[in-house]
């Protein structure tokens, strides 16, 4: 691509930090002329060799490419990068995919100074590690204006397999990347605990992974049942209550005290079943937990209102 200042139908790939690089390679592997921009010059020099062009500087970056997309590590960094007038000048037009993570609200602050300023705007979230960007089993979600999507979407597919456009609502990538993550999160703990349990017994927990395919039937019926209970919010079963899931964890949380093996996640998940017992779901099935999660939210809203009002007499 040549630095001249005629936008190309190129991609510009802001940010090449880990995910920035993966983003800028899968890309180039697609057929894709890609320019890349970094704070640190010598990590874009080091892409060359994979056929991605360091930009001299940003500025040369904005005007030559059409699609530009930045991976930072957060939405502030990219705020001291992209908002300046001078920017927002050379952004008019084009299209700003951002891969950085960050919190819907911010989200959508961001998609309104991007239709303020003219700039096709997309949120987007990579669902899995640098590795993967460009693989056939690599989910990456995007959200926001649907024309901007539309006129890049085969350059982005070069991304992943699994491309998913969630609607216009900007940040709908994010909330599904941060709801996700907190799962993944969660999966790994419980994994880790598993492992330090058998290991902590005598026995080597290599064998786990390889079990992981026999134990999905049970874990893939439950996000089933689970997702009909919630859609109901009623949580009447005939399989195990949450008095007998409370009985379970003591005991494996006890057990893991004898172990030696931290028994912290195992204590937040008994008490998170104790508070539903509290709320009357003992005698349901476990989705009833839900509703624990759900409680701390409408308390949140209740502190809320209740400060406006006390605020407002
Ligand atoms: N790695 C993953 O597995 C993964 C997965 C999904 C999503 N993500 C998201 O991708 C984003 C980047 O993550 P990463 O793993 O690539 O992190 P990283 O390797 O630490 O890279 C961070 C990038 O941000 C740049 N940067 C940071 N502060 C800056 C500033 N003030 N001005 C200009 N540039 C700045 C860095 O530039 P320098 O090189 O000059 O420091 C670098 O290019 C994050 O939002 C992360 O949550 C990462």
Redesign the pocket.
Known sequence: MAQSSKQSDGVGVI??????SAIARALARGGQEVMAW???MA?VEALRSDGIEPARSLNCLLENCGLIII????YD?AA??LFTAQVEQRLKGRVLVN???GVAPVVRKWAAWAAQNDIGYLDA??M???KAVGREDCLVLYSGCTASYQRHSAQLANLGGQVKYLGEDPASASCFDLGLMGFYYATILGFLQCAASLSSEGIDPAILPSMMPLFRPIIEDTFGIANQMISKRRYEGQQATIDTHFAALGFLRARAAEENVASDLLATLENLLGAAIDIGYGAQELPAVFEVFAARKDKAAHRQTHHIISKAV
């Open positions: 940010g090449t930090g880990l995910m920035g970094n704070r640190t990590k991976c930072v590590s957060d960094s001291e990068l891969h950085t993570t979230a990579i899995n590690y640098p």
